[in-house]
């Protein structure tokens, strides 16, 4: 039977949230998790997405010029509707030693707004999603997972992220999971 990739990424989640306090905030059951097929087979590239389902705030319409527009109301499987998208890419994300995966699940996680709104966390600068440096909010988020992996976490929740995704595919048959389309801003009306 193939590896639910999904369910076992969400349980790594789910533990970061429960032994970190600095992702205490992250509500689970409002993320879906899933996977996106990366175009290339190579090391560089994008790993995972966080994409937010509202706008600043929280706010579920923007104006833009003259337009409004809608975010997209995604449900998850217990119909509640989801706030955030987390996607990771693969084979390209499990092609990677544990310490860089680790590391890239957090470095998601903590762009989730400290609200759970919808919105992303918002730093000041130029930049806010990621603040005045990248460098910096990478180590932040490689310290953030290093102090879970050495708060012992169950070897279960998180084994399957030691191998790669040759071998999970050996392993298991097959890697399968969540996938959720691109949403696409709706414009409501002119203004």
């Known amino acids: 039977m193939p590896l639910d990739f999904s369910a076992m990424m969400r349980?790594?989640?789910?533990?970061?949230?429960?032994?970190?306090?600095?992702?205490?905030?992250?509500q689970m059951d409002r993320i879906g998790v899933g996977y996106r097929q990366a175009r290339a087979r190579v090391p560089h590239g994008l790993q995972a997405s966080l994409t937010p389902l509202r706008f600043r705030d929280g706010a579920i319409t923007e104006r833009?010029?003259?337009?409004?527009?809608?975010c997209p109301r995604v449900l998850g499987d217990d119909g509640r509707e989801?706030?955030?998208?987390?996607?990771?890419?693969?084979?390209r994300f499990l092609d990677h030693a544990l310490e860089e995966k680790l590391?890239?699940?957090?470095?998601?996680?903590?762009?989730?707004?400290?609200?759970?709104?919808?919105?992303?966390?918002?730093?000041?600068?130029?930049?806010?999603?990621?603040?005045?440096?990248?460098?910096?909010?990478?180590?932040?988020?490689?310290?953030?997972?290093?102090?879970w992996l050495s708060a012992d976490p169950p070897t279960?929740?998180?084994?399957?992220l030691?191998?790669?995704?040759?071998?999970?595919?050996?392993?298991?048959?097959?890697?399968?999971g969540r996938r959720f389309r691109v949403p696409r801003l709706a414009p409501l009306a002119a203004a």
Not at 64 to 70: D, F, K
Not at 82 to 91: A, D, K, S
């Open 11 to 26: 349980a790594v989640c789910v533990d970061l949230t429960r032994r970190l306090p600095e992702l205490a905030h992250v």
């Open 64 to 70: 833009r010029g003259r337009r409004v527009y809608g």
């Open 82 to 91: 989801l706030l955030y998208l987390l996607n990771f890419y693969l084979p």
């Open 103 to 147: 590391t890239t699940i957090v470095h998601e996680l903590w762009h989730v707004s400290p609200a759970m709104d919808g919105d992303l966390r918002r730093h000041d600068g130029r930049c806010y999603a990621h603040g005045h440096s990248q460098q910096d909010y990478d180590a932040h988020a490689a310290g953030l997972a290093k102090r």
């Open 156 to 160: 279960g929740v998180y084994a399957f």
């Open 162 to 176: 030691e191998v790669n995704f040759e071998e999970l595919v050996q392993e298991h048959g097959g890697v399968s």
